[in-house]
């Protein structure tokens, strides 16, 4: 990928220090999606660029060279940056965290930048936070290509019923669950749950639990045994 004259849409998901005065950030782009570069006057007398290397700042950026690693020769404010606190604040910081440790770069994900920006413009807006995560978890899955049908018993192909119990088996789908005990361990939901999780129907209470116990399953497949640092500091506030 060579030089982009063209400013493209980003934002700032991670950024560590670089020799210096530099940095090398980690951002989500609109046309291609995650990719990392090193931003140059970060640190020392004229860090121009420290005040845009910032997360939740909508930006303009273009760069040079066709390795992994971008030369980023403009970064500039599009926007003004989305105001967030409290437990809004470290959910736009969760979001940040997944897509940095799931995103592969170079990959174009124009809808889920889409869905980023709803996501944050209802943080914002101190939207109910279980629904925005929820909507962007599986906007994420789908992206990644790891769907599932919220429909359809993902063996018989039949539609879901909603008196029905259904296991849920990672990157298969829902399956009747046909055993007169659950066994320790297996995840069993409700026809009628998982339905309104396919339509991001989150009003009952019943359907937020069933909709966090199922993304907390299907991303930890991906994102290993190692703990995401936003979880942790969401339990730490709460506890507060």
């Not at 006057?41 to 660029?49: C, L, M, P, Q, R």
């Not at 303009?60 to 060279?65: Q, R, V």
């Not at 940095?100 to 914002?124: D, I």
């Not at 909709?211 to 936003?230: E, F, T, V, W, Y």
Request: charged fraction near 25%; hydrophobic fraction near 40%; charge should be neutral.
């Amino acid at each position: 990928m060579g030089f982009e004259a063209e400013l493209k849409s980003a934002f700032v998901l991670h950024s560590r220090p670089y020799r210096n005065t530099s940095a090398i950030v980690k951002f989500f782009s609109h046309e291609y999606g995650a990719l990392s570069g090193v931003v140059r006057s970060v640190k020392g007398k004229s860090a121009k660029n420290a005040a845009v290397i910032q997360p939740f700042l909508p930006l303009h950026i273009a760069w040079k060279g066709r390795t992994d690693l971008k030369s980023i020769t403009t970064i500039e404010e599009a926007g003004k940056v989305t105001f967030l606190q409290g437990e809004h604040l470290l959910s736009a910081f969760y979001l940040n965290e997944l897509m940095y440790r799931l995103l592969q770069e170079g990959e174009p994900l124009v809808l889920l930048f889409g869905s980023y920006c709803e996501a944050l413009h209802q943080l914002e807006h101190g939207c109910d936070i279980e629904p925005v995560l929820r909507k962007f978890e599986k906007q994420l899955l789908d992206e990644l290509g790891y769907s599932v049908s919220y429909s359809n018993d993902a063996h018989s192909g039949n539609k879901l019923t909603e008196n029905t119990l259904y296991e849920f088996v990672n990157e298969v789908g829902f399956v009747r669950f046909n055993d007169h005990e659950q066994a320790p361990g297996r995840r069993v939901f409700l026809g009628e749950r998982i339905v309104a999780i396919g339509r991001d129907d989150y009003s009952q209470l019943q359907t937020r639990r069933a909709a966090k116990q199922i993304m907390r399953q299907s991303l930890a497949i991906h994102l290993g045994d190692k703990p995401l640092n936003s979880r942790n500091l969401f339990r730490k506030h709460k506890e507060e």
